[in-house]
């Protein structure tokens, strides 16, 4: 689905240059559920940011679903993204002015679909991150699991091919981050490709793949192993902080 050849990119400050990502190689594939874990700075963000075309690049070739994107003009991969992705954020970026069913409900107004059909479509997203019963409701009378759960809404509203989340957890207890976390597996195994940046490397065994990025580069890439995986799922479920220590461990030797 994603193909990195060598890409670049930097950020020119007053004095200095600051190499964000550094002549990075990597293949995503269709179906895959991708975590990428690494230090603050290692360019993560940066990483999700170019994935999903919200940023562009210095160098080096990048293709997605066979579009050559270093090569698009901005309205060109504003359209792709428009078709294909499906971003949350670790703050949320919900429009405080607006109902929770009016943020969903947005990105469908830009694809220009019927307002019943809209209605539909809300309704069953709405239940599927059990938030019907505060549709109503701005954004800033939610507590921050509701607003992670209106916002991955949004980002799911349009049933994208590709689904990019910084830190969707990062705000989150333990609870809502379960909770988020299972949404996420869920929608990976109903099709959606996924990349997503976490700092939590018990989440990882959500996914199928994890790699590790430092000053720019990918260090390590490994799949997440199947058993490693139904074993652990259980366990977490469980939620004493002395297995999820335990799964921490297995999880780091297993999957780097
Ligand atoms: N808009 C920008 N202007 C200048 N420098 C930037 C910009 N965005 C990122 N950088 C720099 O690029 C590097 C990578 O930043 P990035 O935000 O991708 O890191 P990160 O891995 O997401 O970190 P964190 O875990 O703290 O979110 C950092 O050194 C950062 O200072
Ligand atoms: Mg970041």
Not at 33 to 62: A, H, Q, R, W, Y
Not at 100 to 129: C, G, M, S, T, W
């Amino acid at each position: 689905m994603i193909k990195f050849n060598q890409i670049s990119r930097s950020f020119i400050g007053d004095e200095v240059e600051t190499v964000a990502i550094d002549q990075m190689n990597l293949t995503i594939n269709e179906g895959e559920f991708l975590s990428i874990l690494g230090p603050s700075g290692c360019c993560k963000s940066t990483l999700l940011n170019v994935l999903g075309m919200l940023d562009s690049i210095d160098s080096g070739e990048f293709s997605f679903l066979e579009n050559p994107v270093d090569k698009y003009s901005e309205q060109q991969r504003a359209r792709l993204r428009k078709q294909h992705i499906g971003f949350i954020f670790q703050n949320f970026n919900l429009i405080d002015e607006l109902t929770v069913e009016q943020n969903i409900e947005l990105p469908l107004y830009y694809h220009n679909v019927a307002k019943a059909e809209r209605k539909r479509l809300v309704d069953a997203v709405l239940k599927r991150v059990d938030i019907s019963h505060r549709r109503k409701h701005l954004p800033a009378k939610l507590s921050g699991g509701q607003q992670q759960r209106v916002a991955i809404a949004r980002a799911i509203v349009t049933n994208p091919d590709l689904i990019l989340a910084d830190e969707p957890t990062g705000n989150l207890d333990s609870k809502n981050s379960t909770q988020v976390m299972e949404l996420l597996q869920q929608l990976n195994q109903e099709g959606a490709t996924i990349v997503m940046v976490t700092h939590a490397p018990e989440h990882i065994i959500y996914g199928t793949r994890v790699i590790e990025l430092l000053d720019g580069k990918v260090v390590n890439d490994q799949l997440v192993k199947e058993k490693l995986n139904d074993k652990t799922s259980q366990i977490v479920d469980a939620g004493s902080t002395e297995v999820v220590n335990t799964i921490k461990a297995v999880a780091e030797v297993t999957c780097g």
